[in-house]
């Protein structure tokens, strides 16, 4: 069982870097105010929705980002298998507790070989919304 405040921690050390990337970015320009911010998030970070929104507000409260909206878009993993060449998603198995997490079975669906994620560990901004002084 993990602890939820543990989980959230988790979603607020990845938003912190997040949002602290975007004020430095942001201090290149004369913003007067940020409508939102679009990440994506692979799906291999096991980052909830929910729990980003909540990190997100509470950790751009009296900042520059307040009151912006933070738009999720979500990274399907795909993976590759070098003994059958297998190419594709992986196998989630429902976690089963709170959060709803799918957990990804790390082998190769097709013949249970070592894989290599290629896509699905993404955990970036994709966009700022802003207006300029
Ligand atoms: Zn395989």
């Known amino acids: 069982m993990i602890n939820p405040y543990t989980a959230v921690v988790h979603e607020v050390s990845v938003i912190s870097g997040i949002v602290n990337a975007v004020l430095e970015e942001l ?3 004369d913003v007067i105010k940020v409508s939102a911010v679009d990440i994506l998030i692979g799906d291999m970070t096991m980052l909830g929705d929910e729990q980003l929104t ?9 900042t520059l980002l307040e009151g912006s909206k933070l738009n ?7 993976v590759t298998c070098d003994a059958c060449k297998y190419d594709g998603p992986v196998k989630l198995l429902e976690s089963g507790d709170y959060t709803s997490h799918k957990i990804p079975v790390m082998s ?7 894989i290599e994620v290629v896509a699905g560990q993404s ?6 919304d802003i207006e300029e002084a």
Do not use: L
């Not at 909540?54 to 009296?62: G, H, K, L, M, S």
């Not at 190769?108 to 070592?114: K, Q, R, S, T, V």
């Open 27 to 29: 201090e290149k320009y």
């Open 54 to 62: 909540f990190a997100y507000e509470v950790v751009t409260r009296d």
């Open 72 to 78: 999720i878009e979500h990274e399907s993993i795909r």
């Open 108 to 114: 190769c669906p097709e013949c249970g070989g070592h």
């Open 123 to 128: 955990c970036c901004v994709t966009s700022v």
